[in-house]
């Protein structure tokens, strides 16, 4: 589940690049009781999130498990053109992490 | 961590994503550009003015009809999820911070706006009761804040 692809869109219109973007990810704030075993599922979220473009980070997203599970997010920047790759990076409590890319359309 | 950068560049070159997960599972490698450290002591505070110094050395807001909260509540089948837009024109932003009043540690993500960010974020919480989202927006002068009650009893929520 935690290598799957995040799903994200950058699109350019009037200078501002609008990103969405969908990471799976179970979010869990460590107080759900498991359907399955009735027992606490521990806490598995993740902490940060990165947006980078051109060499530069627009956004850092620091995270807790009050996040919804698949975590969206949407924002937007200026100073990108059409082609140019954005690229989102995650990293959880565990020390997993994903990174996707796309282009800016 | 004191990795040399260029064998840490070669090893990020070089790695499958399989093994840099191991790797960064095991705290052997971080990617390079998330050596932020996540802060821990503001995410676990139970008081908002906490959490606030923890976060951003400071807990003074002033109220600013600058910033705008939306708020939708949507029914889920685990609880209940809201998707929150915070919206500022304020100058100079640093970062934009959401708190939810009533969970027992508010802070719920804050959002560090880099060179040529639009004051604007939008992500979606988990949120069990009806109560007050806060917003607090850093900029270079000080901290400014909103507040907007969630109302769950209207959606099947709650």
């Known amino acids: 589940m935690l290598d799957k692809p995040i799903v994200m869109r950058a699109r350019l219109r009037d200078d501002v690049v609008s990103v969405k973007a969908l990471i799976t990810h179970p979010m869990e704030r460590g107080d759900r009781v498991s359907n399955d075993s009735g027992e606490i599922l521990p806490p598995h979220f993740i902490q940060e999130v990165i947006c980078e473009t051109g060499g530069r980070v627009v956004l850092t997203a620091l995270l807790s498990g009050e996040v919804a599970r698949d975590p969206f997010l949407a924002f937007s920047f200026r100073g990108a053109n059409k082609g140019d790759t954005v690229k989102i990076t995650w990293v959880d409590n565990r020390g997993n992490s994903g990174s996707s890319e796309t282009a800016v359309e | ?133 806060i917003a607090v927006v850093k900029t270079q002068q000080r901290l400014f804040s909103t507040r907007k009650s969630v109302d769950l009893t209207g959606c099947g929520c709650e």
């Open chain 2, 1 to 133: 961590m004191s990795v040399d950068p260029k064998r840490r560049f070669f090893l990020k070159g070089a790695l499958t994503t399989g093994a840099m997960t191991m790797l960064a599972g095991a705290g052997l490698l971080t990617p390079r550009s998330l050596l932020a450290v996540w802060p821990k002591e503001a995410f676990e505070a139970d008081a908002i003015p906490q959490a606030l110094t923890l976060l951003l050395g400071d807990s003074q807001t002033r109220e600013s009809g600058s910033i705008r909260i939306k708020l939708t509540p949507h029914a889920d089948s685990s609880g209940s999820e809201v998707s929150i837009m915070v919206k500022t024109d304020l100058p100079d932003v640093e970062s934009i911070s959401i708190l939810v009043a009533d969970s027992p540690t508010p802070l719920a993500a804050s959002f560090r706006l880099g060179a040529g960010m639009e004051g604007s974020i939008s992500t979606r919480l988990k949120i069990a009761k009806s109560g007050e989202i």
